[in-house]
Structures are given as C-alpha cells and as structure tokens.
C-alpha cells in the first residue's frame, strides 16, 4: 500500500540555519504530495503541495521539489526563525485518501 | 473564517467507559475525517465518511465508530474506552470530486486520557 518515510526527530537548529526535512514515499502511480505543519496548540495546516513530477511547491520561504525518480520531496528553508519550531508531516494522496508520514519536529534557538 | 470545530480539546475518562468526540464544519464539506496522533507514528486513519450517513474503515478501525446525521457533524463513538485509546483525535473535512485537491482542513485536535 501507499506509505510515506520521513526523517526521525526531533530537530533543533539556531535562527538562521539552513532546514532540511528528508522524505520518500512508496505508491502506485503518481499521487500528489504534501508537507502540513502543526504549530504548538494548533491543528495541522496546509504547507504546500505538488501535484505532478518536477513541481515545487513553495510557502512561506519553504519548498519542496517532486522527484519521481527518486521517490521524494524533501522540505527545505534557507533560513529558519523561531516562529517555524513546529512539527512537520509529509503525506501523499492515494485513491481517496491522505497518508501521513510520522512528523518531524523542529525546534529553532534564538 | 473557515472552521473545524472540535467539541472538547481535553477529555479525562474512565477505563469502559463511552466517549463521544464530535466534530463540526462549516464549509459544507462531502469528506469528513477522523485521525489519531501517535509519537513516532504520526496520523493514522479511523474512519472516514464521504457523504450523510456514509462511512468506510480507515486504516484502525478497531474499537471504534462514527456518525454521520448531518452533513457538517461527524461523530467518532468509543463503544468501551480502553487505556490504549489514550490518544489526540484530529478530525479534518474536505471536498470530494473534480473539487478534491488532497487538501485537508483539520481541527485543533481532541486530547483524550483514558484511566
């Protein structure tokens, strides 16, 4: 079946820092991907998405590339600040239905 | 603002006891969702329904059930609480079809403890 790998956390990095989130998927066909995020106390939240290979999809300075031949969509931020410190969950549309990988959470320093 | 509203953010009950999560949307949404998040497993799928009075098993069904009376009411039912139910409950609506873009609308998430 349908299933997404992400990295295990947690993650914590100083204000600044370069983000990277890894996360592969296994399916049949091509499902559309996605990274929602959870800021503490709150519901999950769209991120972005992509819909078909070579996407990105970007939000809030973070982006994620569609790479068929190698089964990711990695998330990535260039700079993070505090206000990121969340938890990060990548998933993919299969049939009619979301799956969700475990979440990582990120923690930024000041 | 668009909303999933979930009725109780911290529920403390008994072991046996009958738990009752209720959720509401307001964007007249066919899909509606019902999830629990684990440490290290992430989310995981209960039930889903994609129309009034319709449901399907998710991918955890055991120990469980849902409602659906009304199009913006999804109800999840927890027959007999067991200390393994201790959990956070997400429930998430969506539209369906031609209109259905993957993305989920989640609630703030339902804490339940189970003694």
Redesign the interface.
């Known amino acids: 079946g349908d299933s997404v790998t992400q990295m295990e956390g947690p993650v914590t990095l100083s204000e600044e820092a370069f983000l990277t989130i890894n996360c592969t998927y296994t399916a049949t066909g091509y499902p559309s991907l996605f990274w929602y995020v959870q800021y503490p106390g709150e519901g999950l939240q769209l991120l972005l998405k992509a819909t078909k290979a070579d996407d990105k999809g970007s939000n809030k300075g973070f982006e994620a590339t569609y790479r068929k031949e190698t089964t990711s969509f990695h998330l990535e931020k260039g700079s993070v600040q505090v206000s990121d410190s969340a938890v990060y969950f990548c998933a993919l549309l299969g049939d009619y239905k979301l799956s969700f990988g475990a979440g990582t959470t990120v923690t930024v320093r000041a | 603002d668009v909303k999933?509203t979930q009725s109780s953010r911290y529920l403390v009950k008994r072991t046996g006891e009958k738990v009752f999560l209720e959720c509401v949307q307001d964007m007249d949404h066919e899909n509606m969702?019902w999830?629990r998040?684990d440490p290290?497993?992430?989310?995981?799928?209960i039930y889903?329904s994609?129309d009034v009075k319709m449901k399907e098993k998710?991918d955890i069904p055991e120990g469980y059930s849902v409602s659906r009376e009304k199009k913006e009411r999804f109800s999840l039912i927890l027959e007999s609480a067991s200390t393994n139910q201790t959990s956070m409950y997400?429930c998430?609506s969506s539209r369906s079809g031609a209109s259905n873009?993957?993305?989920?609308f989640?609630?703030?998430?339902s804490r339940l403890t189970v003694l």
């Open positions: 999933v969702f999830y998040q290290g497993l992430g989310l995981r799928l889903f994609y998710g997400l998430a873009t993957g993305e989920l989640f609630g703030e998430g």
